[in-house]
């Protein structure tokens, strides 16, 4: 919306600076995180008015989560999605289609998540939705998605998969591609909240993961730079650095009621929709491959639920001491913060190997 106002530009004036998108990334950023700041705590009140008993704590879970984490409220990411929209809606250029596309996707996730919270706090249970309802929508959701970016996307670079660390290779999926995009669009989404089990585990390298792939996008939306790096240009792209930033600000805000001991809880409201989010802007940078990098934590998380239930059902015996992985290191003796700080650092390794693909080619 604010783009606009470089119309009122004569070349040389404050105007001029809102073409450009990293100064807009800025403004995102700064209305993101003083949105956080400004209603985090009202709306921690008003869940603690409207659901007194808090997220309900699963039994199978550690103990000790049972006593320090009972009465914490939960659907804390509607204050992520706030601010991440407000500040989407008022920075970046609305006339681009991948802002509609990811914006649309994380707000999508979102409400499914916002309902599987309320069934959660209503019913008084750790048990939400069904399970199959909720991947059917989300597949729904992410079967739109990838139609709309299959067919934004230029024509040499549609229905095709790009290989980090090769130069000009593009593997052709054709249909494939769909079902294909719709998996990482989903699973993204679902790994984020495997994650999303300890005071701000979950958050920090969603962040992480935002910034590295708002630096792509950007890198991958202009010619120039495309050129230089040898990897494939997507016209248009270069806006979601906007909504990454937003996303960025938005996460800060959270993470300072988020942090141990934590006043409330994202809930699958926040961890669907971001998970969306980094599953959008992946497929619409044609960086799918590179999100399983920098997203490996998430990765991690949900291979070892998937391992630890495929082996018990097979064996009887367990991998882990309990999955998802977080809680086998809390079981293992580790201390909450020692896991999500180390959980954080791993991240952030994994985001330079990430960004690392852009130029090692």
Not at 120 to 135: D, E, F, P, T, Y
Not at 189 to 202: H, K, P
Not at 279 to 304: D, Q
Not at 323 to 352: D, M
């Amino acid at each position: 919306m604010l783009y606009w106002l470089h119309t009122l530009s004569d070349g040389g004036d404050v105007f001029n600076l809102f073409r450009y998108i990293t100064f807009r990334a800025g403004g995102a950023f700064f209305t993101a995180l003083i949105f956080g700041f400004l209603f985090g705590r009202p709306l921690i009140n008003a869940l603690r008015r409207k659901y007194a008993d808090g997220q309900p704590i699963r039994e199978d879970g550690p103990a000790h989560h049972i006593t320090t984490k009972a009465g914490t409220p939960t659907m804390g990411g509607l204050l992520i999605l706030a601010a991440l929209s407000l500040s989407t809606l008022m920075w970046a250029r609305l006339d681009n289609p991948y802002v509609w596309l990811v914006l649309g996707t994380t707000v999508a996730f979102g409400i499914i998540g916002l309902v599987d919270d309320w069934a959660k706090v209503s019913r008084k249970s750790s048990a939400g939705i069904s399970g199959r309802l909720r991947l059917a929508v989300g597949f729904a959701i992410a079967a739109i998605a990838s139609v709309a970016a299959v067919q934004m996307h230029p024509d040499g670079l549609a229905m095709h998969l790009a290989l980090p660390f090769f130069k000009d290779v593009l593997v052709n999926m054709g249909w494939l591609f769909i079902p294909f995009t719709m998996i990482v669009i989903v699973g993204s989404a679902n790994a984020v909240n495997l994650t999303d089990g300890l005071d701000g585990l979950a958050i920090m390298p969603v962040m992480i993961a935002a910034g590295t792939l708002g630096v792509i996008a950007y890198a991958v939306g202009r010619v120039d730079f495309t050129e230089y790096l040898d990897v494939h240009y997507v016209p248009g792209t270069g806006e979601l650095l906007v909504f990454c930033a937003g996303l960025i600000g938005g996460g800060l805000g959270f993470l300072w009621y988020n942090a141990p001991p934590a006043a409330v809880f994202m809930g699958d409201t926040g961890a669907l929709a971001l998970g969306g989010a980094l599953g959008a802007i992946a497929v619409a940078t044609k960086h799918e491959i590179v999100l399983a990098i920098v997203g490996g934590v998430f990765v991690a998380e949900a291979v070892s639920v998937i391992v630890q239930v495929a082996y018990f059902k097979f064996t009887g015996k367990r991998v882990f001491l309990m999955a998802p992985i977080h809680h086998h290191f809390e079981k293992k003796g580790w201390a909450e913060p020692q896991v999500v700080i180390r959980f954080w650092i791993i991240s952030l390794i994994l985001a330079l190997i990430g960004l690392a693909t852009l130029k090692v080619r």
